[in-house]
């Protein structure tokens, strides 16, 4: 008879042979067979009612180890450049084990996210429990949920916060991670249904959806953008300490003042003007524009670096900002506050009557702002109405500073940049996060003259270093495709506004048209056509222009404390003055074209989150005035239906296509119009309008309308709707002549 193997006996091979672990192998490991299999079953089944042992389909396995070969999910290196990975499936009491990617030259480049399958090895080391070797890929990163979840007998389900998503996800009862009714949760997709819903599991519980700040948080996850700094990176952070006047030239008394919104979190450029005395520039004057030098704080492959690199740029809500870089430096060393010392990195600039820029010079100094002014305080000192702080001021710092602008204007005329008139929303808050109103931001001089001197100085350190030959990424706007052009010229033409064909398309063309379209009714549809004509612009290594500034040279300088590519431009400029070993590294230069790409898709994931949330403050605005009628104008048409900005608060609501009458539309994409079957009624884009708001739902930023009347007259009603725009009747009479022929059919009788 055979030996039956004690416990501890079986847990040794099951711990020895982790690939032979079924109970067959388990039999034949100890000899048993015959009946004693049974008592060996029974065994086995003991020790998995005791925890000591877990059944794995076939196999049995200690609950608190990993299976040799098992599913993992990668996550992003650390900062030694490790690759770890956990396990997607862990039934242990313990803590999750931590398990080291073992990469080979032939494996493929894996990212995060990716899922492997992978061979297991048990290890003794401080950091990691299991070495991990891929045997294949089997998937990327899961689709990443974000939705309200609503509680069922069965689990439950999560509503999509998407705007225009109608698709729910079903949630198990053993995967809602606790989550409550009504709560915010992030979840990934668990597999296809083979019937109903798609199913997820619920990964994270982020509160109530209606909580202040809330909503800009709907965003940040759902664009997977970073808001929380690493240990190491906070820890290089606070350890800075200011700079000194080593190595610089010392602008300390020169009064170079910062001037921002009201609201403003950090300073990162600042201004000084004066009258030039060169006799030879009769007129002219000399411009200084000084910018925090982020780049002697930020050095390349620093853990600074490699945070500022991957969030690209900073994202601002109405409620937070997301800042990329931390407050030590975002908000306190490099940031030029009023009365400290502070490292910058500053451009002389010599223009002359005309506004014209005749020399430049760059210097890596320390200065010291006598103020912080905002662009109200200082338009309202130029207007007559100078405040405590403005007045001192005004006469030997800001009188000069609009004489300098003054010149630039007339530079800018001559220039002919691109002049769009698209007002700017801005939405205010009460404490507890509500929105106490919308307001379209007032366009002053004072805006005019800082966006004046930053374009100058951006121009200046795109020149220097294209004449020292030094690489660095410029910001290219290339100029509008042949495609998008015809489009605005049949627009502007149906609006009975010429665009001339057969020339060589420059922005003072362009200009032409929007002045011509200038208080008309259409001025709105001209300056949004313009705007959806343009290519969308970016960072590349290549020189291309930029179209919309009507410039041959530019790169963005000014803001190295919320952009990326503006600590490039600081580095090139240290690399190519010598000013220190904080420039611009040769590994820096290699991926310039990589880099680009990538600061350009964080700032439309960045635009899109703005977007986003702005809509969605803008729902929660309008929820309480469901049922109000307003007016508008047609922004957009789409087969599904229409869009309509509305003039008080800007927002976009769609009226879907079933709301408009009883009668079919046609729509055709290459005119943007949708037309009435019945009725001829056509929709296009500028036509004004009155809406009545039908729904507006904060948690997705949608908002649903209904028209009551185009242009002035009063929707018309149409026939009756069906498919291919015809009236019902004659598909009953079809119907009747069908069923006449069947009847006839089976009235036929055999003589």
């Not at 190491?232 to 700079?243: G, L, R, S």
């Not at 912080?372 to 710092?397: F, H, K, M, T, W």
């Not at 009063?714 to 009847?743: C, E, L």
Request: net charge neutral; glycine share 8%; hydrophobic share 40%.
């Amino acid at each position: 008879m055979s030996r039956i193997p004690s416990k501890p006996e079986i847990l040794d091979w099951i711990a020895a042979n982790p690939t032979l672990t079924a109970k067959r192998d388990i039999a034949k490991a100890f000899g048993i067979k015959g009946a004693a299999r049974i008592d060996l079953k029974r065994l086995l089944r003991e020790l998995e009612d005791e925890g000591h042992l877990e059944k794995r389909k076939k196999t049995y396995q200690d609950p608190d180890r990993l299976p040799p070969v098992s599913i993992l999910q990668v996550l992003p290196p650390d900062s030694n450049g490790d690759l770890f990975a956990r396990p997607l499936e862990w039934h242990g009491e313990g803590v999750e084990p931590v398990v080291l990617m073992i990469t080979r030259a032939s494996d493929p480049a894996l990212g995060e996210g990716d899922r492997i399958l992978a061979r297991l090895t048990v290890v003794t080391a401080e950091d990691h429990n299991y070495e991990a070797r891929m045997i294949r890929r089997v998937g990327t990163n899961p689709k990443k949920i974000l939705g309200v979840f609503r509680k069922t007998a069965e689990g439950g389900r999560i509503l999509p916060v998407d705007k225009g998503a109608d698709k729910e996800w079903q949630v198990p009862s053993d995967a809602t991670g606790g989550a409550k009714d009504g709560e915010l949760v992030e979840a990934e997709l668990a597999g296809p249904a083979r019937m109903g819903l798609p199913r997820a599991r619920i990964v994270e519980r982020l509160g109530d959806p209606s909580a202040p700040k809330a909503v800009s948080l709907i965003a940040i996850r759902q664009h997977g953008i970073p808001d929380d700094f690493p240990d190491e990176v906070i820890a290089e952070a606070d350890a800075m300490k200011p700079m000194g006047l080593k190595g610089r030239e010392d602008l300390r008394d020169m009064p170079l003042v910062t001037i921002d919104p009201w609201d403003a979190r950090d300073h990162d450029d600042a201004c000084y003007a004066h009258a030039d005395d060169d006799p030879k520039n009769e007129g002219g004057h000399i411009i200084w524009v000084a910018i925090a030098d982020v780049a002697a704080y930020v050095t390349p492959g620093s853990a600074l670096d490699r945070e500022a690199r991957k969030r690209g740029n900073s994202t601002y809500f109405p409620d937070r900002v997301v800042p990329m870089l931390p407050d030590r430096l975002s908000g306190d060393l490099c940031s030029l506050h009023e009365g400290v010392p502070r490292a910058c990195i500053a451009v002389r600039m010599q223009i002359d009557a005309q506004g014209e820029k005749l020399s430049h010079k760059f210097v890596r100094g320390l200065m010291r702002s006598p103020a912080s002014l905002n662009y109200e305080e200082v338009q309202a000192a130029i207007d007559g109405n100078p405040n405590d702080r403005c007045g001192p001021l005004l006469e030997p710092v800001l009188q000069p500073l609009y004489d300098a602008y003054a010149a630039l204007v007339k530079a800018r005329h001559l220039r002919q940049p691109l002049e769009l008139d698209l007002p700017e929303r801005q939405i205010v808050l009460e404490d507890d996060g509500t929105v106490s109103s919308v307001n379209f931001k007032e366009r002053l001089d004072a805006h005019r003259l800082i966006e004046e001197f930053m374009v100058l100085a951006n121009v200046a350190a795109a020149e220097t270093l294209i004449a020292k030959k030094q690489p660095l990424l410029f910001r290219v706007h290339e100029e509008p495709s042949p495609e998008k052009l015809n489009a605005l010229r049949e627009t502007a033409l149906e609006a009975g506004f010429p665009l001339a064909k057969g020339q060589v398309l420059k922005t003072a063309h362009l200009n032409n048209l929007l002045n011509a379209a200038a208080g008309s009714e259409d001025a709105e549809l001209i300056n949004i056509s313009t705007l959806r004509s343009m290519m969308q612009a970016y960072y590349g290594p290549q020189n291309f222009g930029h179209f919309g500034l009507a410039l041959r040279n530019y790169a963005h300088f000014t803001s190295p404390i919320r952009r990326y590519a503006d600590l490039i431009v600081h580095r090139a400029l240290v690399t190519a003055h010598g000013w220190g070993k904080d420039g611009l590294k040769p590994e820096d230069i290699e991926r310039l074209e990589e880099t680009g790409q990538h600061i350009s898709d964080t700032e439309r994931r960045s635009m899109v989150a703005e977007r986003d949330t702005t809509d969605r403050y803008l729902a929660s605005y309008l929820s309480e005035r469901v049922g109000d009628e307003f007016t508008g104008r047609i922004s957009g048409v789409a087969k599904f239906g229409a869009f309509v900005k509305l003039d008080d608060s800007g927002a976009d609501g769609l009226v879907p296509i079933r709301t408009l009458g009883r009668e079919f539309f046609h729509f055709d994409r290459e005119a943007g119009t949708l037309m009435g079957a019945d009725t001829g009624l056509t929709i296009s884009i500028g036509q004004r309008v009155t809406a009545r708001l039908t729904e507006a739902t904060p948690v997705t930023g949608g908002v649903a309308l209904e028209l009551l009347s185009i242009d002035g007259e009063k929707m018309p009603q149409g026939g009756s709707r069906s498919p291919a725009g015809r009236a019902p009747r004659r598909k009953a009479a079809k119907g009747k002549r069908k069923t006449d022929k069947i009847k006839r059919k089976v009235s036929r009788k055999r003589s």
